[in-house]
């Protein structure tokens, strides 16, 4: 079963798996509740989450104690269809079927209503002038039209509303079925008592066909403009499954072969030309080349692979051959990854949708409550003996009450916010983890690596004479060097085109420098005790590096032959957006932090660069988690920032961990948020996004409720026909539906 994990439960050797259901047959958020409680009060069942507006389930059971088999048996008792979901084929294959069928039941309800309708709009006063056949007004005609719509377009409204109640429980099914069944059978009842008193076969009664009609018909449109907007939800994961090669060109017994990218094994080494897209993660055998990776990380420039370096799947070759050794394939991959994280978070439950849920629970008993009560007040008091006024009163009421827009309002902005997100690298893990977000008052960040690049590079090179010469002399003396620092030297004088002689000898003075002789020269590169240890007059050149550390950097001071020769500095340079990130997470109001293990001059002058006020130096990783708690313990929301690894106990203790991360490392445990494109911009991004879904949300209840709020005691005094309460529930859902879509325009930057 493609959906299906295990989770080893801390503390005790139980065994825990999540099974993945597509739901068929659900009408509205009420549905959605009782196959939640249905589900979570199995045995071995730990926790069970429905998503309305993706028709799914989410189950953790233990498997020792309840199967698969017995949540799809306790699904069907329920009235409605559990199928192990097998991947998203299946899913969009089921919900192109159920818009064609809702097209047709449409196109046949509106042929048979249209000329009830012609027949009702023919009543109004101002509409006498309109010409109606004699037939039509016939009230056994009028049966005709409306029979096959209550009983055949309308049946699944009976069947949901039966397996409601049989269940104890009721639905929107419920609500049109007694709504509609009132207005058909009231008219069956006139229109037979009417043929009984034998007033002939013309004009009849007035008679509410129409209105049962309509109403089905206004539902059935309503059904299908939700269907076909919540299609378009779910864009984002078909964009990134789109992004996926479908062929790779493998090399098997010295034979190339090319086989569908599913069929490739772990091992499997793949040949990848230019202008073709890498099938699967792997790591480079052969070949040089620059591979284009906006589409996963976003950084805008290819970057450079060569032997040993690793490449993600759906990414861009450019301009080289590369041999690569398929190291993740299927699953594994880092864009199978990102698929699975962005589907659970869609899928998830965000904590505001409780008071949906809540509402949706109780508000079909109350609101047939409230019908019936109308109709009586009606009927006895305010028009006495006017059945069929008291019951147009109550049908609208039972209609224009539907918590359809209820049920969609939290999930559908919860699947457009975290597909938006993903498209600009924000991968959320869950909907708890989208709304907590916009709470966030402080940020911590993690210097190396989150701030800074995290990885040295040649800054300055101040020498006395010829600069070429200088760096072909110290580049040659350094590449002996293991070390970090001597690294990064020798890599920024080979891109600036030097080229390096051999070495002669070469000599590491631990905590003082190296020492080495390159074409006959003797050279010193070190510290200023490596000058005074061998009686270097350098002391002109103290200011000068001493101001350079203050900036943050490292400075090594040259000797060539006896004399001071010059100096180069390196450092950790700072990210280009980091500057313009903090400046945006001032202006949104947060507080922001930087934590660093470095001593507190470097650590002080990298941020008064960036624009951060508060620093923490000389902090150990696991001094990291307490200064979150220091935060927390002032009633700060606090998000921590960092790589996922030597951070990872501040990022579980943080109430927001956010990973800096590519594409390889999506799948970081302990953080909450996993920021893809590996800078600081992606942290206001990620804050916009939750604050602008959030603010989406609460239009969206905002609208359902007050639809209701609203439109009932607007039906209740007799304002409202029941025909225009059928057009204001259908539009009511689609509404919330278009608004949550508007998300996935949503622009974070400046």
Not at 731 to 748: D, G, H, I, P, T
Request: charged residues 20%; glycine residues 10%; proline residues 4%.
């Amino acid at each position: 079963m493609e959906a299906e994990e295990t989770i080893e439960m801390p503390g005790d050797d139980t065994v825990s798996e999540v099974a993945q259901f597509a739901l068929e047959g659900m009408t509205c958020a009420a549905c959605a509740n009782r196959i939640e409680k249905g589900l979570g009060k199995l045995p071995g069942v730990s926790n069970a989450s429905v998503n309305f507006a993706m028709e799914t389930a989410r189950v953790e059971f233990s498997p020792g104690e309840v199967s698969i088999e017995d949540m799809q048996s306790k699904v069907q008792k329920l009235g409605y269809k559990a199928i192990v979901k097998q991947g998203d084929r299946k899913a969009s294959d089921h919900r192109s079927k159920e818009i064609s069928s809702q097209k047709r039941k449409l196109l046949i309800s509106a042929i048979l209503s249209f000329p009830l309708l012609w027949t009702m709009v023919a009543h109004f006063s101002f509409t006498s002038w309109i010409y109606v056949p004699d037939f039509l007004m016939n009230p056994w005609f009028q049966l005709l039209l409306a029979t096959p719509v209550q009983f055949y377009i309308g049946k699944p409204f009976y069947v949901g509303a039966y397996k409601a109640l049989r269940n104890g429980s009721a639905n929107m099914d419920v609500l049109v079925s007694l709504g509609t069944s009132a207005a058909y059978f009231y008219s069956l009842y006139l229109t037979i008592d009417w043929f009984g008193m034998g007033d002939g076969m013309h004009h009849g009664p007035s008679l509410y066909f129409e209105t049962s009609a309509i109403l089905i018909t206004l539902v059935i449109m309503g059904k299908l403009f939700e269907g076909l907007a919540k299609g378009r939800t779910s864009e984002a994961i078909k964009s990134l499954m789109g992004l996926q090669a479908k062929t790779a060109l493998v090399i098997r017994d010295g034979s190339e072969l090319t086989i569908p990218v599913d069929e490739v094994r772990v091992g499997d080494v793949v040949l990848i030309r230019p202008g073709d897209k890498v099938p699967v993660d792997g790591e480079v055998l052969e070949g040089t080349s620059s591979i284009d990776e906006s589409m996963l990380t976003g950084e805008s420039l290819p970057v450079e692979k060569k032997v040993g370096d690793t490449v993600i799947g759906a990414t861009m070759n450019k301009n080289g051959i590369l041999r690569i050794r398929a190291t993740k394939v299927g699953k594994d991959t880092a864009l199978a990854q990102i698929i699975k994280v962005v589907e659970e978070a869609q899928g998830s439950k965000a904590p505001i949708q409780r008071v949906a849920d809540v509402i949706s629970g109780i508000f079909v008993p109350i609101v047939v409550g409230i019908a019936v009560i109308a109709f009586l007040v009606w009927y006895f008091f305010i028009t006495p003996g006017d059945f069929s006024g008291s019951l147009e009163k109550a049908i609208a009421i039972l209609v224009i009450a539907c918590p359809c827009a209820l049920g969609l309002a939290t999930p559908t902005s919860i699947m457009a916010g975290s597909g938006r997100s993903a498209e600009l690298g924000i991968l959320f893990k869950g909907g708890e983890h989208l709304e907590q977000t916009h709470k966030i008052d402080a940020i911590i960040l993690d210097k190396t690596g989150t701030v800074t690049k995290g990885k040295p590079e040649l800054t300055d090179v101040l020498a006395s004479y010829e600069e070429s010469e200088f760096l072909r002399l110290v580049g040659s003396a350094e590449k002996n060097s293991e070390h970090p620092l001597a690294e990064a030297i020798v890599a920024g004088i080979i891109a600036r085109g030097v080229e390096l002689p051999a070495t002669e000898s070469f000599e590491a003075i631990p905590g003082f420098g190296i020492r080495a002789v390159v074409e006959g020269k003797d050279l010193l590169v070190g510290t200023r005790r490596l000058m005074e240890k061998y009686e270097i007059d350098a002391k002109s050149a103290y200011d000068t590096m001493s101001r350079l550390e203050e900036a943050g950097k490292t400075a090594m001071l040259v000797a060539i032959d006896g004399r001071y020769a010059g100096m180069v500095a390196v450092a950790d340079t700072i990210k280009e957006t980091s500057k313009a990130a903090v400046s945006r997470l001032k202006e949104m109001g947060i507080q922001v932090i930087m934590i660093t293990g470095d001593n507190e001059r470097t650590a002080k002058a990298i941020a008064a660069h960036v624009g951060i006020d508060h620093v923490r130096a000389e902090v150990l990783p696991e001094g990291k988690a307490e200064e979150v708690k220091k935060l927390q313990s002032q009633g700060k929301k606090v998000a921590m920032v960092g790589d996922g690894i030597n951070d990872a106990p501040a990022l579980a203790t943080a109430d927001i961990g956010m990973a800096i991360g590519t594409g390889t490392d999506v799948a970081m445990e302990a953080a909450d948020v996993t920021l893809m494109r590996g800078d600081l911009s992606s942290i206001p991004d990620a804050i916009a996004m939750s604050r602008k879904t959030m603010s989406n949300i609460k239009q969206n209840l905002f609208w359902a409720l007050g639809y209701n709020a609203l439109g009932i005691p607007v039906a209740a005094i007799g304002l409202l026909a029941p025909w225009v309460a059928g057009a204001a529930m259908a539009l009511s859902s689609v509404s919330v539906v278009l608004n949550a879509l508007r998300l996935q325009r949503a622009k974070v930057r400046h």
